[in-house]
Structures are given as structure tokens and as C-alpha cells.
């Protein structure tokens, strides 16, 4: 698996986008073209088969909130219990 990502490659990846409330994609100089073409700007990641928001960077997958926290804290959560799910209520 996969290391973890680092806080200072998270923030070359990724903006926090206040107006909507979410983190979007920056332009990358190390990913190709065409993820350049049609990415920055728009928000990252997207709601998994179980209703989690799920974000991947570099080839791994993280959980969505998880992920926020570690970007505005520089630190993983500790309980890494940041789980949420999306699913409609029925």
C-alpha cells in the first residue's frame, strides 16, 4: 500500500474553496496534461458505492473528511473516527 500523503503534497494538490465548501483541484505540474486540461478548479473527489466521500491522490484513496482535517490541521485525526456517509436517508 500506498504511503500517506504529506501535508506539503496535499497542499500542492489541493485548495480549500470557501464559497463552496469544499477542497478543489490545483494544476499540477507533475500529472499529465489532461488532468490539467479539465481539472483545477473543479471539486475533488466523489460519493462511493457506500455513500462515503472519498478523495484520490497520487494512486490512494482517502475518506473525504478525514482528508479535510488533515488539511487544515497538518495532522491526521487521532480516532480517525471522521467517517461520514452521504447516503439519502430512506
Known amino acids: 500500500m500506498k504511503e500517506l500523503i504529506t501535508h506539503e503534497r496535499l497542499m500542492q494538490r489541493l485548495r480549500f474553496d470557501a464559497a463552496i465548501g469544499a477542497l478543489v483541484w490545483l494544476p499540477c505540474q507533475d500529472v499529465g496534461d489532461e488532468f490539467n486540461k479539465t481539472m483545477p478548479g473543479r471539486r475533488a473527489g466523489s460519493i462511493d458505492k457506500d455513500g462515503h466521500y472519498r478523495i484520490t491522490i497520487d494512486g490512494r484513496g482517502y475518506n473525504g473528511p478525514e ?24
Open 67 to 90: 482528508l479535510l482535517w488533515f488539511f487544515f490541521n497538518g495532522e491526521w485525526p487521532k480516532a480517525r473516527r471522521a467517517r461520514h456517509s452521504f447516503r439519502k436517508a430512506s
